[in-house]
């Protein structure tokens, strides 16, 4: 009984549910129908706009049914729209809510339109809708929630628009959903895990937002995933091993995130149906994977921009359908002269058109089987590498070449006639190289050329007039080379010419054409450090674009154009160390735009503008003019003689100043203790003057082959004097204001300091040169392996073609240490070095360093307050950029504490790689300030790569500690420096204490290789 009175029930319960769905039917039949859809479809025209066509004329209130409306579909009977297609029009205005009444609707397609405003909430009432897509708009505001409603939709297509918020969980719920695009949007948050569980995915791309966080760890639930995009997002740690047991990917791209951790040696077996694989941009270490090698029908390989190292694995001969190969910008390495053969592997892909290998370690000369590469090869990175030897001819036969980049490797010879037949050519970087001989004519052919870089080599020879043959060129660089001859009016003639011109640092002689007028886009031309003379052209005033022009260093004479003033977006100008005449034009002072100015060093007569950038002094530069009047009064308001009285009146008191302190300083060294006079006494003796001959002798007459490197007061030179002894010889600019100061400074300071880790003053020289002009000299003992700036940036490396390693670094430091130690507490008088950086650290032989160029230093005199002034202080700020004190900004004095903060940059520089002046750091971010950010979690992020592919390198050989002991210590040594940098002075701690700090960091560092080795020896005994 009870059991019949339960099936009455349960076939009640179906007639009401019937009935329900019944009325529901009826109901909505009566409420939507064809004229609903019609009033619908009006509303969404009136909030939208078009500007020149009318794609919907046909939209019309007075038209008895709206299924011949453009971009409408309607069913078979007409009595419901089915398909709106609004895709491509032009559209501009927003999506009107009203939109929502369209319930039959499966299809909705508004994509590349310029609409704006949100995605309207009413899009959740289209329960039948499969498709949507709204890409390619300016939509804001968030994924509404309640489009999970649409339960039928398939696709869902919001890319490039302007959405923001997190992904809604929601989405989940659109169990039928096979292709999800929200990329190139403004989204943030994490990914959401629930996206796992549509299992119908095929496609999924959240490509160019903002999210972050770790990828989900079950993405192998997406068993039907075919493309796979999270390219450019902060995603974190490493990549889920289930994505690479996804065997239906057939794309996947990873790049531009913050993903770390070795690639599985066995993704291309895990991942058989592979076309694209993208991992760009991260921090994946490991070596390539060689499986990648053996999957014949992939397309993209793309793995620039990481730490991986080892070198290219064989297999690329199984790629034919290969067309894109990156590995660029990683530690990948070859060696011997056979180190890209693995180039001739890749001529049986013959679709290829993009090949970077830029950027790592690769060693060896360019096979002649290069020319056999793709006919269909469009861009080829080679630069930034090991490549010696010359460019093979064949080079030529690669004729599909847009873009040729073989810059800063140690290629030598001439250029190859045969680039000439590169038709293509957009883009040929050569620069950096070792290159001899002419430019080739056959370089005019490329007429489609848009930059052409040859800088920094060694051609000589003219410039090929066939360079006006460059119709389309935007940037021309030339300058660092040996070229000589006339600048040919022919290449001023292109006005294609916008970006630059650089002639600069050449022997270019003869005079600046008038044809420089035609250059009317460019923005920057730099043609200095020449032999140009002349007057320069009034038509440079035509150059309505122009931005920067540097005619510095040439022989250019006659009076600068006033045409300079028509040059309204100019914001430098340099035409320092010429021979020009005149006066300064007057419209300088009416470019708004102006922000550098520099006439030094001319023969510039008259008064000097006082609007303007004159305004700021320390934007003009006008010293070394002999004739300019450059005191604060009018020089038409003077009368002759009283000018005269006024400047007698001055040398009068400046005379007696400089007698007062002359005095002082002697009476300071009287008042020293005994042994400071035997240690001066001594010197005298020891050290005796040099003559100009000896040294002009010794340098082979200033030779520039001898000359090893240039500072803000003058030239150093390599010398070998007649008893043998090798000498670097800084001859110091007499001319430079300061420069006489610098003298005096820098051998007050040596005199009374010796220490193994400071530059050996052996003498000194002052004397009248050849000229009949005052010449002064400091003579040193020569470091032969250069400056640390040079080991830093890897202009110099070890006969291996190896940089400094962490334990070399930490011995570099610790000399520094010690030199500055010495300087700030073992000295007599306190001695502040005020310009510590790399460049003024040398090293010797055995890589012994030691810090020289005391050009700036100050002795400080400890009085009865406690305080430490300098008796020669003045209110100049001291130092270089980048490296100076926050104080000194103030108004500080030099102080002890003021160097521990320079060498804590100079610390962190020395292991991170990166100067304090790199372009990176703008808008507030500094180098201490980004070290700060990623310490001490995160502090292989800021690291020297090369230092830890050193690291890891010489740990899988056996040669060094394993990561997690060197770690720690590369933690300490950043904690040192950013310990010395703080802004506050009171808060850094002493050089002492730095030293001591450095020296424990080294002994554990020490103590665990030797211990490492130790237990390796045993290990291998067994």
Excluded at 420 to 428: C, F, I, R
Aim: proline residues 4%; aromatic residues 6%; charged residues 20%.
């Amino acid at each position: 009984m009870a059991l019949k009175n339960t099936l009455m029930l349960k076939n009640f319960a179906h007639l009401v549910v019937f009935f329900c769905i019944g009325i529901f039917v009826v109901t909505e039949s009566a409420t939507f129908s064809i004229i609903t859809d019609k009033e619908a479809l009006i509303s969404v025209k009136s909030q939208i706009s078009m500007e020149l066509s009318n794609p919907l004329s046909t939209w019309d209130q007075e038209s008895s049914s709206p299924c011949n409306w453009t971009g409408v579909v309607c069913n078979r009977n007409g009595q419901r729209v089915i398909e709106l297609d609004l895709s491509g029009l032009k559209l501009a205005g927003s999506i009107s809510p009203h939109v929502g009444n369209l319930s039959s609707l499966r299809s909705l397609q508004m994509q590349n339109n310029q609409l704006t405003g949100n995605l309207p909430v009413e899009i959740g009432r289209l329960f039948h809708l499969r498709t949507l897509n709204a890409s390619s708009n300016s939509l804001t505001g968030a994924i509404p929630s309640n489009i999970s409603q649409c339960k039928e939709l398939r696709i869902l297509d919001l890319m490039q628009n302007q959405i923001t918020g997190e992904i809604p969980e929601e989405i989940s719920q659109l169990k039928e959903l096979q292709a999800l695009n929200l990329a190139r949007n403004r989204l943030f948050g994490p990914f959401p895990t629930s996206i796992v569980n549509i299992s119908t995915l095929t496609n999924l791309n959240l490509g160019t937002n903002s999210l972050g966080g770790q990828i989900p760890n079950d993405m192998s639930r997406l068993r039907n995933l075919k493309n796979l995009d999270l390219t450019i997002n902060n995603f974190t740690g490493t990549v889920p091993p289930s994505i690479y047991n996804m065997s239906s990917l057939v794309y996947l791209a990873l790049a531009s995130n913050n993903l770390s951790g070795d690639l599985p040696s066995y993704v291309g077996v895990t991942l058989p149906n592979l076309l694209g694989f993208n991992f760009c941009i991260n921090k994946f270490t490991g070596t390539i994977p060689g499986s990648l090698h053996n999957l014949t029908r992939i397309r993209i390989i793309r793995m620039a921009h990481n730490l991986l190292h080892g070198s290219v694995p064989p297999g690329l001969e199984n790629l034919p359908d290969l067309e894109m190969y990156n590995i660029g910008f990683n530690n990948i390495v070859s060696s011997g002269r056979n180190g890209f053969s693995f180039l001739e592997s890749l001529t049986n892909s013959t679709r290829l058109n993009f090949l970077a290998i830029d950027s790592n370690l690769l060693e060896g000369v360019i096979p002649e089987s290069i020319g056999n590469l793709s006919k269909v090869l469009k861009k080829f990175y080679l630069g930034g590498n090991r490549v010696y030897g010359s460019i093979p001819p064949s080079v030529g036969q690669l004729s599909g070449l847009e873009l040729l980049d073989m810059s800063f490797d140690s290629i030598s010879g001439e250029i190859p006639q045969e680039i000439g037949l590169l038709e293509e050519l957009e883009v040929l970087g050569l620069a950096g190289n070792l290159l001899s001989g002419n430019i080739p004519n056959s370089l005019g052919n490329l007429q489609k050329l848009n930059k052409i870089d040859l800088s920094r080599n060694q051609l000589f020879g003219g410039i090929p007039t066939t360079f006006n043959k460059f119709q389309n060129l935007l940037s021309m660089d030339l300058s660092n080379n040996r070229l000589n001859g006339s600048i040919p009016p022919e290449i001023l003639r292109l006005p294609s010419l916008s970006a630059f011109l650089s002639l600069s640092t050449n022997d270019l002689s003869g005079s600046l054409p008038e044809e420089v007028g035609f250059l009317e886009s460019v923005v920057t031309i730099d043609i200095s450090d020449n032999r140009l003379s002349g007057v320069i052209p009034k038509s440079i005033g035509k150059c309505k674009s122009l931005e920067h022009l540097l005619l510095a260093k040439n022989m250019l004479s006659g009076q600068i154009p006033d045409t300079l003033g028509d040059a309204r977006g100019l914001e430098s100008l340099d035409l320092s160390s010429n021979q020009l005449s005149g006066s300064v034009p007057f419209d300088l002072q009416n470019l708004q735009a102006l922000q550098a100015l520099n006439l030094s060093f001319n023969y510039l007569e008259g008064e000097v503008p006082s609007g303007g950038v004159f305004a700021d002094p320390s934007k003009v530069h006008l010293e070394g003019n002999k004739k300019l009047c450059l005191m604060e009064f009018s020089c038409r308001n003077k009368p002759a003689g009283r000018t005269r009285r006024l400047i007698v009146v001055c040398t009068v008191i400046a005379a007696t100043l400089a007698v007062c302190f002359t005095v002082a300083f002697l009476f300071y060294i009287r008042k020293s203790k005994a042994k400071v006079e035997k240690t001066t006494e001594s010197f005298r003796q020891e050290h005796r003057m040099i003559a100009y001959d000896e040294l002009r002798l010794a340098t082979n007459n200033f030779n520039k082959g001898n000359l090893v490197g240039t500072g803000s007061f003058g030239s150093v030179y390599k010398g070998l004097l007649t008893e043998g002894t090798a000498v670097a010889v800084k001859v110091i600019n007499t001319e430079t204001t300061g420069s006489w100061k610098s003298f005096i400074a820098e051998c007050a300071a040596l005199r009374h300091v010796r220490h193994r880790n400071l530059v050996k003053l052996i003498t000194t020289c002052s004397s009248i040169d050849f000229k009949n002009s005052d010449f002064l000299a400091l003579v040193f003992e020569f470091m032969s392996n250069g400056s640390l700036e040079d080991w830093i940036t890897g202009n110099k490396r070890t006969s291996n073609g190896d940089r400094l390693n962490v334990l070399e670094r930490l011995n570099v430091a610790i000399d520094i240490a010690c030199a500055i130690n010495y300087l700030h507490h073992e000295c007599e008088a306190p001695v502040v070095h005020c310009d510590l950086k790399p460049s003024n650290v040398l090293l010797d032989s055995d890589m012994t360093a030691k810090v020289g160029d005391f050009g700036l230093a100050r002795l400080l005199i400890n009085n009865n307050s406690g305080d430490q002034p300098s008796i020669s202080y003045t209110h100049t700020l001291m130092g270089s950029i980048g490296y100076i004190p926050p104080e000194y900004g103030f108004g500080e004095k030099p102080s002890t504490a003021g160097d521990v903060y320079s060498f804590g940059i100079l610390l962190l520089q020395l292991f991170t790689g990166k100067s304090p002046r790199h372009e990176s750091f703008m808008e507030g971010l500094s180098l201490k300030k980004w070290v700060e950010i990623n310490f001490p979690n995160n502090i292989e992020e800021v690291l020297d790569q090369e230092l830890l592919f050193q690291a890891i390198h010489l740990y899988e050989e056996g040669k060094s500690i394993n990561q997690e002991i060197q770690g720690d210590s590369l933690i300490k040594v950043m904690e040192i420096g950013l310990s010395c940098a703080a802004d506050s002075p009171d808060k850094r701690i002493t050089m002492k204490d730095a030293l001591h700090k450095l020296k424990t960091a080294a002994e554990a560092e020490a103590e665990a290789e030797a211990k490492a080795q130790q237990e390796k020896g045993c290990l291998g005994e067994a």
